[in-house]
Every structure is written in structure tokens, then in C-alpha cells.
Nanobody, 126 residues
Framework: QVQLVESGGGFVQAGGSLRLSCAAS????????MSWFRQAPGKEREFVGG????????KYVDSVKGRFDISRDNARNTMFLQMNNLKPEDSAVYYC???????????????????WGQGTQVSVST
């Protein structure tokens, strides 16, 4: 089964940028819809955004629209999350996930995703 590993998290000041990566092994992400979720302390994990298999369709939660951009490079088996104009409320552990059914439009519920990474911490200071 495909394994996912996130990287690129860290500490940044409000207004700054980070780029997260999700690298896959043990399978090709080209068959899957891929998404990012995040979980802040004391809160449920929430959908951030996702991208269809061939990058035709993306979907974002309203709070990140215009600031975050998801892309993927199937040849490199990697997905990315470019985060700009970061806010303290963006602080969370960010997870990438694979939807094996590859539905369009991009699905937003945790249980619809079969593979998950271990997460990478993003901390945004004021």
C-alpha cells in the first residue's frame, strides 16, 4: 500500500510562506485524488484542500482560498501545498491523504481517504 511522508513544516511569522511536500512510496499517486488536512490542538481534523488525479480539479476550504495552492507532480510521486500570507489560525499539524476511489469532485471527509502521512507541524506566530 502507498505510504505518504510530509515535509516542509516549521515556524513562520504571520504573513510568511511555507511549502509543504507529500512524497509517496509503494504506489503511484497518479491513480488517486490527493488532499491536505490539518488538525489544531483541541480541534477536529479538517479538510484544507485537494486535487484530482490529473490536476484538473482542486477544492479548498473557504478559510484558505486565495492563500493556499495545491499542486502535484505525478512523475515525482509528490504533492505540494504552497501556503502564503499565513495566519496564526493556520497553525496545525498538516497531513496529506490519498483517496483511492479518486472521486471528482474532491471529497472532504476523513473516512473517504485510505492512506495518510504522519503529519508535519506548521506554527505561525503573530
Amino acid at each position: 500500500q502507498v505510504q505518504l511522508v510530509e515535509s516542509g513544516g516549521g515556524f513562520v511569522q504571520a504573513g510568511g510562506s511555507l511549502r509543504l511536500s507529500c512524497a509517496a512510496s509503494g504506489g503511484s499517486i497518479g491513480s488517486y485524488t490527493m488532499s491536505w488536512f490539518r488538525q489544531a490542538p483541541g480541534k477536529e481534523r479538517e479538510f484544507v484542500g485537494g486535487i484530482s488525479r490529473r490536476s484538473v480539479t482542486t477544492k479548498y476550504v473557504d478559510s484558505v482560498k486565495g492563500r493556499f495552492d495545491i499542486s502535484r507532480d505525478n512523475a515525482r510521486n509528490t504533492m505540494f501545498l504552497q501556503m502564503n500570507n499565513l495566519k496564526p489560525e493556520d497553525s496545525a499539524v498538516y497531513y496529506c491523504a490519498a483517496d483511492f476511489e479518486a472521486y471528482i469532485p474532491v471529497r472532504q471527509r476523513e473516512y473517504e481517504y485510505e492512506a495518510w502521512g504522519q503529519g508535519t507541524q506548521v506554527s505561525v506566530s503573530t
